[in-house]
């Protein structure tokens, strides 16, 4: 019998309505729209008002998705969400997402890999579509930085890269051989060594006797720090690595790939890496001068603007790749 292989079948996003430009930020912190282009190539990005849930823009981006597929909420067989922001401690934002979609008992959990993450559900659906314990999968990436991101002066080398927003896609299982659309390979990485280098420390639950207080808060450990130079650097090196491994393993080679669809965390880094790979810009695809980096939201807000706007054609071949805090890092590609 054919093993089952993985299909994207519909894809979606949302991002909140409030535009956030770098003059915006510059009234709350001592910043310039000059530095944060010059730096990063971020123009705006978009962050949640009073009300909105990051389950909100997690299931407005699941809703485009499954109208995609033409398909409904109770046609999804696992909700895999992916998310550094979760909206509560415990449950993960799944579970909202869940009950949003008026879905009772359909298995759901989050996924912990930070800007690597939507690769990491990807991986995860994968395996459970290829192993037939599932025949459609959704996977969402989500995150509202906006409410934990330091915007003051203290915290403006991490604040002006971070925005909101969600990306959805709908996998499905095909064993139809004259189909050969879907996931080709995924590989993924990690080192605990760095988890300290972009990381947020509180709340933790290694603090005694409470895993947040006055004192973390006073102290600024709730807000994220990062090492951004030693991330960049880091960057630019395991990026190219791992896509040029998960090419390899789907015996690939870069000139047969279309589009190429990289981790939106600093537009500097993804041209130093296509540079460095000899890659054209037109096959390349970059959102972040209008949304911030968006975490786990990156990769999938991207894949929808491409299929949205005529960017793909049926047959063609896209590597998407990631870098994040963990560090975590990984490649798929697949035939669109
Ligand atoms: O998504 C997960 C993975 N994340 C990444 O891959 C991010 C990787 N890192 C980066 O993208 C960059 O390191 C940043 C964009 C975050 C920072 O850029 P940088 O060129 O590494 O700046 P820096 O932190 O080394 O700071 C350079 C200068 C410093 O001033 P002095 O010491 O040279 O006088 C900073 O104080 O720029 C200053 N600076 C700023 N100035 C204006 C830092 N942030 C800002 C700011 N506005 N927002």
Redesign the pocket.
Known sequence: MTQPRAKIIGTGMYVPDLVVTNDD?AKR????DE??RQ??GIEERRYIEPGQQPSDLASAATKQALEAAQLGPEDIDCIVLTTLSSQADFPGTSFFLQDQLGLSDTPCFDVRA??SGFLFGLAVANGFIRSGMYRRVLVVGCEVHSTGIDISDAG??????FGDGAGAVLLEATEDENDDSGLLEIRLHAQGKFAKK?WIEAPGSGFTPARMSHQLIDERRHFPY?E??F??KH?VKRMPEVLLETLNAASLKLEDVDLFLF????L??NEFVMEQMGIPTERCSNNIQRYG?C?SASIPILLDEAARTGRLAPGQIVSMTS???GFSWASAVLRW
């Open positions: 930020l912190m001592d910043t310039t530095w944060i730096r990063t930070q800007c403006r080398d991490v604040a002006v890269i972009l990062m951004g130079r991330v960049f960057a981790h939106q965390a600093n500097r880094i980096n975490s870098f994040g805090s």
